[in-house]
């Protein structure tokens, strides 16, 4: 019987054959250990939130948490501890945060728990990182030190806590997907080298933005549903709709859009937690990203929690939205 690669058994073999990426290799570890835990709270959120909802204590006598500050607690003191990171930044901290290691070499961008509208339904929710090697000239801690495009990170990925929980990371050269074994508590390789099919018939937006959305946004998606005959999937937690569409293709649009009519048409989704690590991704699976202008694994942040158009999927579906705009 064939038994299927572990993640420490492919993490060894793949520190066998990058002996410089000892580091890289161990963090790895570390976060799937974070992402086993939040999969366990996500499985009983619904009796955390009964239990919240009447203020009361957890079986270890703690206050019960909202999941989404619980992870991200999680994270700040598992990576704190871990000892690889000079500094972290999350989508829910306003500002990076100081991990005191000032020999460390590696800063870490993540999204504790992405998909917020979905934690309490029971619909599909994840966390996304990016990890980052510290650049000289700047304190460790600064924001500017975030300020490196999605193509200068040497590890990102993220976990999916869905009907499995997988775990889906790349060190830079191919993007490979874990399944949770929830019976052994491993993750198990279930998707080497993934790469994006071509021709994926679906198409992923928040139809409930039209009204926001500028004339060449609507005529685009307009064609995708009337000219190319597309069907619609959105499950408005990024993670979930990037993974769907990394398996089967097709096309997701998070545009700029213009509620307050001022005629700006601002991005939703989250440069450094959310885009960069899932553009990147993307690359090595043979799709494209873009913001409407260029493509995203070549912007460069300039604000820590800036946020962007996120456009990606199949390469020429993609490019066609680029190139309407141009
Ligand atoms: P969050 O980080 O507060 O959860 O917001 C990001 C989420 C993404 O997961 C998802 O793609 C998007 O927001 C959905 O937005 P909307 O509800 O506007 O469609
Ligand atoms: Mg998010």
Redesign the pocket.
Not at 113 to 118: A, I, T
Not at 234 to 241: E, I, N
């Given at each position: 019987m064939q038994l299927p690669t572990s993640l420490t058994q492919y993490l060894l073999q793949h520190l066998s054959q990058h002996p410089d990426q000892k580091d890289l290799v161990l963090m790895m570890s570390e976060l799937a250990v974070i992402g086993k835990i939040i999969s366990k709270e996500t499985n009983r959120a619904g009796l955390s939130g009964i239990l919240g909802a009447v203020g009361m204590t957890n079986i270890q006598e703690e206050q019960v948490q909202k999941l989404d500050v619980f992870a991200n607690e999680l994270c700040k003191s598992y990576l704190k501890n871990s000892g690889y990171f000079a500094a972290l930044a999350s989508?829910e901290e306003e500002h990076v945060v100081n991990l005191e290691k000032s020999d460390a070499q590696y800063i870490i961008a993540f999204?504790p728990?992405?998909?917020?509208?979905?934690i309490d339904v029971n619909v599909s929710?994840?966390t996304i990182f990016s990890v980052l090697r510290v650049q000289e000239g700047m304190p460790a801690a600064s924001e500017q030190q975030f300020f490196q495009k999605a193509s200068a990170q040497v590890l990102a990925g993220y976990l999916l806590y869905g009907s499995s929980t997988v775990l889906v990371f790349s060190f830079g050269a191919g993007v490979h997907e874990f399944t949770l074994d929830q019976t052994v508590g491993e993750f198990l390789l279930s998707r080497g080298n993934i790469q994006l099919p071509e021709g994926g018939q679906t198409y992923s937006v928040?139809e409930?933005?039209t009204r926001y959305f500028s004339s060449e946004d609507k005529r685009f998606i307009d064609a995708l549903k009337f000219d190319r005959g597309m069907s619609s999937r959105?499950?408005?937690?990024?993670?979930?709709?990037f993974h769907r569409t990394l398996l089967t293709g097709g096309i997701f649009l998070?545009p700029g859009i213009d509620k307050d009519g001022s005629g700006v048409y601002k991005g939703?989704?989250?440069l450094n937690?959310?885009v960069k690590p899932l553009a990147f991704m993307l690359a090595q699976a043979g799709g494209y990203s873009t913001d409407g202008q260029s493509d995203l694994v070549e912007r460069v942040p300039v604000k820590l929690h800036e946020r962007v158009p996120f456009i990606f999927g199949n390469r020429a579906l993609v490019e066609a939205y680029q190139n309407e705009r141009r």
């Open positions: 989508e999204d728990l992405d998909g917020s509208s979905n929710i994840g928040n409930g933005n959105y499950v408005g937690s990024l993670v979930a709709d998070y939703k989704l989250r937690y959310e």
